[in-house]
Nanobody, 121 residues
Framework: QVHLVESGGGLVQPGGSLKLSCAAA????????MGWYRQFPGKQRELVAS???????NYAASVQGRFSISRDNAKNTTTLQMNSLKVEDTAVYYC???????????????WGQGTQVTVSS
């Protein structure tokens, strides 16, 4: 089994910064993709940023230039640095891992528990 544990989030004023971190643990063979999604009340979860092993980051247009994703492949961790935060960035943020468990042949989706990010003055 694979588990994703998030940390970070909280309350910040508009224009401020926050960093989200996520660590994957368990019987992991590989994690080809790690990323972050967010969910607004009453809406479906949407991609914020993702990063494949050895690939280039992929960002939602709404966060391009403000958010930065990174990962440590050796530690199975990913970080989302969020700068110039806006009120409309307020949402629950979820860590995502497309992982291959030990003994498996395919990639399976795994999610963190979610962390609230609130941007308000």
């Amino acid at each position: 089994q694979v588990h994703l544990v998030e940390s970070g989030g909280g309350l910040v004023q508009p224009g401020g910064s926050l960093k989200l971190s996520c660590a994957a643990a368990g019987s992991i063979q590989s994690i080809p993709t790690m990323g972050w999604y967010r969910q607004f009340p009453g809406k479906q979860r949407e991609l914020v940023a993702s990063l494949t092993t050895g690939g280039s980051p992929n960002y939602a247009a709404s966060v391009q230039g403000r958010f930065s994703i990174s990962r440590d492949n050796a530690k199975n961790t990913t970080t989302l640095q969020m700068n110039s935060l806006k009120v409309e960035d307020t949402a629950v943020y979820y860590c995502y891992g497309g992982a291959v468990p030990v003994g498996a042949r395919f990639v399976y989706p795994y999610w963190g528990q979610g962390t609230q990010v609130t941007v308000s003055s």
